[in-house]
């Protein structure tokens, strides 16, 4: 497959799912341009690009869209090889896609909950939330990293991607939930160390002033 020439990313700068894809190419090292935009008023063009579910990220490659940001994940991974973003071993390749699945399919939807509820509901998802971080860290322990400061090990790969910038998610949570941890070192040591590593990447800050100039973002 020839390598592709033109890369366009759609995006909102306050997506957390586009900030994924946003540090997926720039580990691979692949020029993309970016294109915000405005989720109150979307254009034509981007409805043309993704009439199903009408929501970034949308990653358009010589004129072909990719919705969906765990799919464009895979996708990113297989169209540029370096800088590899799951394991080579098939098993191992299982587990991380289990896990990653697990945050997609039960993560995701409780941080929702818990920021668009109050009182009873609100804290229930957020016993629910704590209990799913604790099952991820024992997950992710057992069955994916080996040695090194990522989830991944030396590097960082698809799971720290999706979880290490979280982090300024889970402290803009926590303004919201005065006196609740989501990032507690207590409750999940691991997972913080890695998105204390993950923190201190490029990517973050390049990615934080390609959007900088998104005055909402
Ligand atoms: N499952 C999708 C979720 C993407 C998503 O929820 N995007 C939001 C922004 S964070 C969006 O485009 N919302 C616009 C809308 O729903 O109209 C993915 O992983 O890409």
New binding site residues.
């Given amino acids: 497959m020839a390598t592709p020439k033109d890369v366009k990313l759609f995006g ?1 700068a306050t ?3 586009c900030t994924m894809v946003h540090h997926a190419l720039q580990l691979k090292g692949v020029t993309y341009d970016y294109v915000e935009v405005d ?1 109150k008023n979307k254009s034509e063009e981007f409805l043309r690009l993704h009439p199903v579910h ?4 949308i990653l358009v490659v010589d004129g072909k869209p990719i919705p ?3 799919v464009i994940l895979q996708y990113v991974d297989e169209t540029w090889k370096e800088h590899p973003l799951l394991p080579q071993d098939p098993y191992l390749r299982s587990k991380v896609r289990f896990w990653a699945d697990f945050i997609y399919q039960k993560m995701m939807p409780v941080a929702y909950t818990i920021r668009s509820t109050e009182g009873e509901a609100r804290n229930k998802a957020v016993e629910e939330f704590l209990g799913h971080l604790k099952t991820l860290e024992d997950g992710i322990n057992k069955d994916v990293h080996i040695h090194g400061p990522f989830i991944h090990g030396e590097e960082p790969g698809l799971l720290d991607v999706i979880i290490g910038p979280r982090k300024t998610g889970f402290r803009r949570l926590e303004q919201m939930l005065a006196g609740v941890k989501l990032f507690d070192k207590d409750l999940t040591p691991v997972l913080c160390s890695y998105m204390d590593a993950y923190a201190e990447l490029a990517v973050i800050k390049d990615t934080e002033l390609m959007l900088s100039q998104y005055a909402h973002a």
């Fill in positions: 909102a997506s957390g799912y989720l009408k929501k970034v990220p969906e940001s765990l």
